[in-house]
């Protein structure tokens, strides 16, 4: 139980174009979702936490034009980057909450290329 | 936030030992501590929780201790196998913000046979 899906695996976009990223929990309801990004041998950087049928809130220092995410259901949380650049190019991970409010279920990641 | 520290150097170790690596932070102490495990290019797999007021959790070869005086956690991994081999990684519940983890960078294990 509790997996946690991501979609696509891998992308590689042109710079300017926009990209998203889907998170599905599969077999059960996330009220909350939590967005990453990773840099090669660092640490996940919390980039917005994502709640049902609300805005997303975001850390300090990450542009949420830029990082568009919506919540629509209880199962899918979507990640968009608006007009990517190459600095864009990173590790996107997002979590779910699960029925335990101290454990998340992190997706398997999507590798983001931005030529 | 708080500064959370795992040793960088990848932790080397010969198949049937024990692995012990650290966590140490440095403002105040977690609710509660996780430990996840990460292989290359995927996600975190969340391994163990541990609360303030518990002193040590195990989950099979997996155990965690957690000392708030020291403001501390070490894992251990026993009888360690090749398949043990990956990046684990300490997250600390941010204080007053419902469910938010702070991560650690990591520390790499290698188990050789």
């Known amino acids: 139980g509790a997996v946690v899906s991501q979609h696509p695996s891998r992308v590689i976009c042109k710079s300017g174009t926009s990209v998203k990223i889907e998170c599905r929990s599969l077999d059960f309801q996330a009220t909350t979702m939590f967005w990453y990004r990773q840099f090669p041998k660092k640490s996940l950087m919390l980039m917005a936490t994502?709640?049902?049928?609300?805005?997303?809130?975001?850390e300090q220092g990450v542009e949420k034009d830029k990082f568009l995410i919506n919540h629509a259901s209880l199962t899918l949380s979507t990640l968009t980057v608006t007009s990517a650049h190459p600095e864009d190019s990173s590790f996107y991970i997002c979590s779910a909450d699960g029925t335990r409010l101290d454990t998340q279920y992190f997706g398997p990641g999507t590798r983001l290329t931005v030529l | 936030s708080q500064k959370i520290e795992q040793n960088s150097e990848a932790l080397n170790i010969q198949e049937g030992k024990t692995a012990t690596l650290t966590c140490n932070y440095t403002?105040?102490?977690?609710?509660?501590l996780q430990w996840y495990r990460q292989d290359p290019g995927r996600g975190p797999v969340f391994l163990l929780l541990?609360?303030?007021?518990?002193k040590e959790k195990r989950k099979e070869r997996l155990k965690v201790t957690f000392d708030t005086t020291l403001k501390q956690s070490l894992f251990h991994i026993t009888a360690s196998q090749p398949a043990d081999s990956a990046t684990y990684l300490c997250a600390l519940d941010i204080a007053d913000s419902w469910g938010k983890l702070q991560f650690g960078a990591g520390t790499q294990v290698v188990v050789t046979p």
């Open positions: 994502s709640n049902e049928g609300s805005k997303a809130t975001y």
């Open positions: 403002n105040y102490s977690p609710a509660y």
């Open positions: 541990i609360r303030e007021n518990e």
